[in-house]
C-alpha cells in the first residue's frame, strides 16, 4: 500500500511485533524445516506482550491510514487514562499504621509508601489495593495495563535502553552497491554468506547463521566507510574473520 503511494515502506523490526521476528529470522537466518514462531526466538519478549500491542502499533498504523477516527479516539482516551491513573498512584501516600492495608500486605509500613510503590509487591494486585484505600476505577483493561507497566517497570525500562543502544549500530544501512565479495579481511565464508542472504542492515548482518561478531565489526567499518565516515573504530592489524 505504502509503496503505490509513492512512500517508504516499512516492515516491524524485532523490538515492534512477533512477526518481525519471523520475517527477519527468515530473511537472515533461512530455514530448511517448517518453521515456527516461539517466544524463544525473541530477545525483546518483555516488550513483545499481547496487553500492549496497541502501544507498539497503533500509532504506526494511524501515520499508515489503517487507524479509523474513532479507534483513534478510544486509543488516546486510553493512554491519557493509564497517565493520570499513574500519577494519582504516585501522589496517594499511604501512612505507617494504617491497619486495613497493613493486614492485607501481611506486615507493619515502617514508612510511608506511595501506592504505586506498595503495587510493585508480588502478591499485591491492583484490584484489592484500591478497595483497601476505597478507590473506584472502573475499566479493568486500563488498570490491568497500569499494574503490568508498574510491576516490570525496572525490567522494561533495561529492556528499552538495550533496544536504543543496539537500534544505534543495528540499524545502520549497508549500501546496495557495497561490493561484498571484496571487502579486505573478511573470509570467504563470510563473504558468501552475506551475498547469499543480502542484509539491508547491520543487524540483519549480525543474526546470519555464521558472521561472527568481529565480522560484524568488520562489516561496519566497511560501511562507514563506503558512506564517507573517515572514523576508525577499530586500529591495529586486521585479521581475516
Not at 506486615?107 to 484489592?128: A, G, M
Not at 543480502?198 to 560501511?223: D, F, N
Request: charged letters at 30%.
Amino acid at each position: 500500500m505504502l509503496k503505490c503511494r509513492g512512500e517508504s515502506t516499512w516492515c516491524p523490526s524485532r523490538s515492534e511485533a512477533y512477526i518481525g521476528v519471523l520475517i527477519d529470522d527468515l530473511v537472515t537466518m533461512g530455514t530448511k524445516e517448517p518453521y515456527r514462531m516461539f517466544t524463544s526466538r525473541a530477545e525483546y519478549r518483555l516488550i513483545l506482550r499481547q496487553d500492549n500491542a496497541d502501544r507498539r502499533l497503533t500509532a504506526i498504523g494511524r501515520e499508515m491510514g489503517l487507524i479509523s477516527e474513532e479507534r483513534w479516539s478510544r486509543y488516546n482516551t486510553k493512554i491519557e487514562l493509564i497517565e493520570q491513573r499513574r500519577s494519582k498512584l504516585a501522589g496517594h501516600w499511604c501512612q505507617p499504621g494504617n491497619e486495613v492495608l497493613e493486614d492485607y500486605l501481611g506486615k507493619s509500613l515502617r514508612r510511608e509508601y506511595s501506592l504505586s510503590d506498595l503495587l510493585k509487591r508480588p502478591n499485591v494486585s491492583i484490584k484489592t489495593l484500591l478497595a483497601k484505600v476505597e478507590i473506584e476505577w472502573p475499566n479493568d483493561e486500563v488498570n490491568e495495563q497500569l499494574e503490568i507497566d508498574l510491576k516490570y517497570e525496572g525490567y522494561i525500562l533495561r529492556q528499552e535502553e538495550e533496544i536504543i543502544r543496539i537500534r544505534q549500530q543495528h540499524d545502520v544501512l549497508i549500501p546496495a552497491d557495497l561490493d561484498l565479495a571484496n571487502l579486505s579481511g573478511l573470509s570467504n565464508e563470510v563473504k558468501q554468506k552475506l551475498m547469499e542472504v543480502k542484509p539491508e542492515t547491520i543487524g540483519q548482518a549480525s543474526r546470519i547463521s555464521g558472521v561472527t561478531p568481529a565480522a560484524v565489526s568488520l562489516l561496519l567499518i566497511h560501511v562507514k566507510k563506503a558512506r564517507g565516515d573517515t572514523t576508525k573504530p577499530v586500529e591495529g592489524r586486521q585479521q581475516r574473520v
